[in-house]
């Protein structure tokens, strides 16, 4: 009577057709990161852009660099200009990468100059890298070449109290000295009280830090001197050793004062073990 309707067969479902992956939009986190780069890429290609048009002798040129070779024309700026103009140095941490290309290039430039200058600058790059031997060698040939060579003897002192050689080291401040009494804004004189503290009696130490004080008012050479005279029972010229060299770091500015906080706090501490009698 009625005729049978034959089932409809549907397809089997699409498994990509509900896969978010396919047709979904970059994550949250991306999108954020994205952000945050162009950002800093704006912020930084306005600073490139500003700086060259303030400062560049060449301004007409690079500013069509940075304006029309985007994302590179700012980066190709920021390396071959910016950093060589402002003598950037780079963070510490990034020093060990590039110090031993420059350290080559000094030892080709002392060997093949050869003249106490070169040698010097070697020495002090060595000396900065940590490598104290081959920086003395460095200063020493400087000092073959110039014997009153004021940087190379200074050097070579300084790689001499570090070994411990405090007799050379003494010799050599004393030559400086001589030669200039105001090398290094008291320095030179400091070392060589410590060669004194090191080698002669406590009481032609105290003396020489006591003739330094009245020059240089440094706090080190001030502790020293308060250490001796409190070691020798002279609590009260300790104590006023001390109390005027808080007044000293009291009294410079703040950012000088910040590099004095070791002995500050170290004075403080002498202070309290003093007798008050």
Same mark, same amino acid.
């Given at each position: 009577?009625?005729?049978?309707?034959?089932?409809?067969?549907?397809?089997? @479902?699409? @498994?990509?057709?509900?896969? @978010?992956?396919?047709?979904?939009?970059?994550?949250?986190?991306?999108?954020?990161?994205?952000?945050? !780069? %162009?950002?800093?890429?704006? /912020?930084?290609?306005?600073?490139?852009?500003?700086?060259?048009?303030?400062?560049?002798?060449?301004?007409?040129?690079?500013?069509?660099?940075? &304006?029309?070779?985007?994302?590179?024309?700012? &980066?190709?700026?920021?390396?071959? #200009?910016?950093?060589?103009?402002?003598?950037?140095?780079?963070?510490?941490?990034?020093?060990?990468?590039?110090? *031993?290309? #420059?350290?080559?290039?000094?030892?080709?430039?002392?060997?093949?100059?050869?003249? @106490?200058? *070169?040698?010097?600058?070697? %020495?002090?790059?060595?000396?900065?890298?940590?490598?104290?031997?081959?920086? &003395?060698? /460095?200063?020493?040939?400087? &000092?073959?070449?110039?014997?009153?060579?004021?940087?190379?003897?200074?050097?070579?002192?300084?790689?001499?109290?570090? !070994?411990?050689?405090?007799?050379?080291?003494?010799?050599?401040?004393?030559?400086?000295?001589?030669?200039?009494? +105001?090398?290094?804004?008291?320095?030179?004189?400091?070392?060589?009280?410590?060669?004194?503290? +090191?080698? %002669?009696?406590?009481?032609? /130490?105290?003396?020489?830090?006591?003739?330094?004080?009245?020059?240089? #008012?440094?706090?080190?050479?001030?502790?020293?001197?308060?250490?001796?005279?409190? +070691?020798?029972?002279?609590?009260?010229?300790?104590?006023?050793?001390?109390?005027?060299?808080?007044?000293?770091?009291?009294?410079?500015?703040?950012?000088?004062?910040?590099? !004095?906080?070791?002995?500050?706090?170290?004075?403080?501490?002498?202070?309290?073990?003093?007798?008050?009698?």
């Amino acid at each position: 009577m009625f005729a049978q309707q034959e089932p409809v067969s549907t397809p089997p @479902p699409d @498994p990509f057709l509900n896969d @978010p992956t396919l047709h979904g939009g970059p994550s949250p986190f991306w999108s954020f990161m994205e952000s945050v !780069f %162009g950002i800093i890429y704006l /912020a930084f290609w306005v600073w490139m852009l500003i700086d060259c048009l303030r400062k560049d002798p060449d301004r007409f040129l690079w500013f069509w660099v940075i &304006l029309v070779f985007q994302p590179f024309g700012a &980066l190709i700026y920021f390396f071959l #200009r910016w950093l060589p103009s402002n003598q950037f140095q780079l963070p510490e941490f990034a020093r060990p990468f590039f110090r *031993q290309k #420059r350290l080559n290039e000094l030892e080709t430039a002392a060997m093949q100059i050869g003249n @106490p200058y *070169q040698f010097v600058r070697w %020495g002090d790059a060595l000396k900065e890298a940590g490598i104290n031997q081959k920086s &003395l060698e /460095a200063y020493q040939q400087a &000092l073959a070449k110039e014997p009153d060579n004021l940087q190379a003897l200074w050097g070579a002192a300084q790689i001499e109290m570090k !070994f411990k050689e405090f007799e050379t080291a003494q010799q050599r401040c004393q030559q400086i000295l001589k030669a200039d009494p +105001e090398y290094k804004f008291g320095d030179v004189s400091l070392m060589y009280c410590k060669t004194v503290c +090191e080698l %002669g009696s406590a009481e032609q /130490a105290r003396e020489e830090l006591a003739k330094h004080a009245k020059r240089w #008012r440094q706090p080190e050479a001030l502790f020293m001197l308060a250490t001796l005279e409190a +070691e020798a029972g002279e609590h009260q010229a300790a104590r006023k050793t001390l109390q005027g060299m808080l007044l000293d770091i009291n009294g410079s500015p703040r950012g000088i004062a910040r590099k !004095f906080v070791r002995w500050k706090s170290k004075a403080r501490k002498l202070l309290k073990r003093l007798p008050r009698s």
